[in-house]
């Protein structure tokens, strides 16, 4: 089993192969300097389906590919924060405006199956087991606390993606005891918002005590907000990376990012 982990600067975008190759793709940014997009890129490898697409978060960044993905490949599932319906994203995205991306995927949601039925069963992705919490709207009614986190657990290490969830967020999912064991279970943790200030979250120090790397996408150091160095390094145990000892990796620095799981072993690439 692999998870790539694409260089999309400000996006998001990673593709987890299962050992059955099956694929769950996490996100569907694009990078607009090298003009990567995920679809094209599926293409080009000859894959035509995604078993599963799973949206974090609402936000452009996180779905400005859409068109590329969709006119490229066959989606059989949409993972998502089932509490925020098409017609929530229009009513979220009013004051600012909905890009292409959110768009095109707005028009999309409905058409794709979220529920396991006899004619849709829920895909089986060997050697891989799966969480997802979120806040629920309109108890939040901002895209980034109805960020949804996707906890995989991938022969048994956790991965754990955190969308753009703030402080605020991140505390009322901390009251449910599933989320602190999911957090005690992640061994990656990709870091919310972008490794942005508002996505660091004190109260998790205590439930990540089993982190070895923690990735963020990022392009730069765009806002004043992004240096959160250190608050991750103290959280991440680290380990070997490309010829050294890491514990924070970054896009911006790093590239692709990978990751490789078997029974009794992983690490990153």
């Given at each position: 089993?692999?998870l790539?982990i694409?260089?999309?600067?400000h996006?998001?975008?990673?593709?987890?192969t299962?050992d059955?190759?099956?694929?769950?793709m996490?996100?569907?940014g694009?990078?607009a300097?090298?003009?990567w997009?995920p679809?094209?890129?599926?293409r080009q490898?000859?894959?035509?389906q995604?078993?599963m697409l799973?949206?974090?978060?609402?936000d452009?960044d996180?779905?400005s590919?859409?068109?590329d993905?969709f006119?490229?490949?066959?989606?059989?599932w949409?993972?998502?924060n089932?509490?925020v319906?098409?017609?929530?994203?229009?009513?979220?995205k009013?004051e600012e405006g909905m890009?292409p991306?959110?768009?095109?995927?707005?028009?999309?949601?409905?058409?794709y199956?979220?529920e396991?039925?006899?004619?849709?069963?829920e895909p089986?992705?060997?050697?891989l087991?799966?969480q997802v919490?979120y806040?629920?709207?309109?108890t939040?009614?901002?895209?980034?606390n109805?960020?949804?986190?996707?906890?995989l657990?991938?022969?048994?290490?956790g991965?754990?993606?955190t969308?753009?969830?703030?402080?605020?967020?991140f505390?009322?999912l901390?009251?449910?005891e599933?989320?602190?064991q999911?957090?005690?279970?992640t061994n990656?943790?990709?870091?919310?918002?972008?490794?942005r200030?508002?996505?660091?979250?004190?109260?998790l120090?205590?439930y990540?005590?089993?982190?070895?790397?923690v990735v963020?996408?990022?392009?730069g150091y765009?806002?004043d907000?992004?240096?959160?160095l250190?608050?991750?390094?103290?959280?991440?145990?680290?380990?070997?990376?490309?010829?050294a000892?890491?514990?924070v990796?970054t896009?911006?620095?790093d590239g692709r990012?990978?990751?490789?799981?078997s029974?009794?072993?992983?690490?990153?690439?």
């Amino acid at each position: 089993m692999r998870l790539q982990i694409f260089d999309v600067e400000h996006g998001a975008c990673s593709l987890l192969t299962a050992d059955n190759n099956a694929r769950l793709m996490v996100d569907f940014g694009h990078n607009a300097a090298t003009t990567w997009k995920p679809g094209t890129y599926l293409r080009q490898q000859g894959i035509q389906q995604l078993e599963m697409l799973a949206i974090t978060n609402h936000d452009e960044d996180h779905a400005s590919a859409s068109a590329d993905l969709f006119d490229n490949v066959r989606v059989s599932w949409l993972l998502r924060n089932k509490s925020v319906s098409g017609t929530g994203i229009k009513t979220l995205k009013t004051e600012e405006g909905m890009g292409p991306g959110i768009e095109r995927l707005v028009r999309e949601i409905d058409t794709y199956t979220s529920e396991p039925t006899a004619a849709s069963p829920e895909p089986m992705f060997q050697g891989l087991e799966r969480q997802v919490f979120y806040n629920e709207y309109p108890t939040f009614d901002d895209e980034n606390n109805l960020s949804m986190v996707l906890f995989l657990k991938c022969h048994g290490f956790g991965v754990m993606f955190t969308g753009d969830l703030e402080k605020a967020g991140f505390q009322r999912l901390l009251q449910r005891e599933p989320f602190q064991q999911a957090l005690l279970a992640t061994n990656v943790y990709i870091a919310s918002h972008h490794g942005r200030e508002n996505g660091c979250c004190p109260d998790l120090t205590q439930y990540v005590r089993n982190v070895f790397y923690v990735v963020i996408f990022d392009k730069g150091y765009m806002y004043d907000t992004q240096q959160t160095l250190p608050f991750y390094q103290q959280i991440a145990k680290g380990g070997p990376f490309r010829g050294a000892n890491r514990t924070v990796l970054t896009t911006r620095i790093d590239g692709r990012i990978g990751f490789h799981f078997s029974p009794g072993s992983w690490g990153p690439y």
